[in-house]
């Protein structure tokens, strides 16, 4: 089955402890990237990546970090989090630009 | 500032009529545009695109405008049906410059019966 698996699903964790949200796809697509999800600001890109090894920032990159070591997987960084990183998580994936398959997200709650 | 928006929050439609939901863009440079759906605690779903050499797509249902001028998109679907209830989301950007993706606060359409 064609899918994007992120992993935790749920976390929660403190100020200043690094923390990776992996994600996997296992559809051989070449586009890969992230996004965060807040009340009344809808979707917003994190970090996107065309292909292995090459990456590029989105609209919201600051406090993230991100690596396409391999083509199925693109895991998130967190190296310092704090309180307002806390938020709903999505990895998506794609033939082509332009996400298509989302993973099912990561809620990260950061005290 | 916000370069995609969907003023509309909210929209309630009934069963077998048409929901249109639309999406202002304030950047000239972008050039392609994407809707997705949302249900809660799921993924978003890619529903349909549109790069700006075209003012019109259709997927079944799912018909998107675009009035390049105007700088508004619209998507239109018909009929709609319960399981349409979710939050659209809009999204642009200005591919021949950038794979950056902006999308806009979302609208949540109810269908109901």
């Known amino acids: 089955e064609a899918q994007v698996t992120q992993n935790p699903r749920y976390l929660i964790t403190v100020t200043g402890k690094k923390l990776t949200v992996t994600c996997s796809q296992n559809?051989?697509?070449?586009?890969m990237s992230w996004y965060r999800q807040d009340p009344g600001l809808g979707l917003r890109q994190i970090y996107y990546s065309m292909n292995v090894e090459v990456t590029d920032k989105g609209d919201v990159p600051e406090g993230y970090k991100v690596s396409r070591k391999e083509k199925r997987n693109f895991p998130l960084i967190l190296e310092s989090p704090s309180p307002n990183q806390t938020s709903l998580y999505f990895c998506?994936?794609?033939?082509?630009?332009?996400?298509?398959?989302f993973g099912d997200g990561t809620r990260l709650s950061i005290l | 500032d916000q370069q995609v928006k969907q003023n509309s929050p909210s929209l309630s439609v009934q069963e077998g009529r048409i929901s249109i939901l639309n999406c202002d863009y304030t950047?000239?440079?972008?050039?392609?545009f994407l809707w997705y759906k949302k249900y809660p605690a799921e993924g978003p779903t890619f529903l349909i695109s549109i790069s700006s050499i075209k003012d019109k797509n259709e997927d079944g249902r799912f018909t998107v405008f675009l009035n390049k001028s105007a700088k508004h998109l619209s998507l239109h679907i018909v009929p709609s049906q319960p399981g349409d209830s979710a939050v659209y989301f809009c999204?642009?950007?200005?591919?021949?410059?950038?794979?950056?993706?902006?999308f806009g606060t979302g609208t949540r359409l109810q269908v109901f019966p």
């Open positions: 998506a994936s794609s033939l082509s630009w332009g996400p298509q398959h």
């Open positions: 999204a642009a950007s200005a591919k021949r410059n950038t794979d950056k993706l902006i």
């Open positions: 950047n000239s440079m972008f050039d392609y």
């Open positions: 559809m051989n697509h070449e586009y």
